[in-house]
């Protein structure tokens, strides 16, 4: 009989799955945004740096296509 490991399959499977996307609100406005914008236009999701709000906090924003 041939000695077959289950961790061995289970590792070997598990490492071929893509790290689950984690969903916030933030990020699923950015996605309805997304949808209504012209083509080449796109929307991140970003930390905040400059000093009108907290540094840290996630923003919205677009990104205008290069000509």
């Known amino acids: 009989m041939t000695d077959v490991r289950s961790d061995d399959l289970l590792l070997d499977a598990l490492a071929e ?3 689950p996307v984690i969903s916030t609100p933030m990020q699923r406005a950015a996605s309805q945004l997304q949808r ?3 083509p080449g236009w796109r929307v ?3 930390e ?3 000093p ?3 540094t840290g906090q996630p923003v919205l924003r677009l990104v205008l296509p290069e000509d």
């Open 17 to 19: 799955i893509d790290t």
């Open 36 to 38: 209504v914008l012209p």
């Open 44 to 46: 991140d999701v970003a």
């Open 48 to 50: 905040a740096t400059y």
């Open 52 to 54: 009108t709000v907290r």
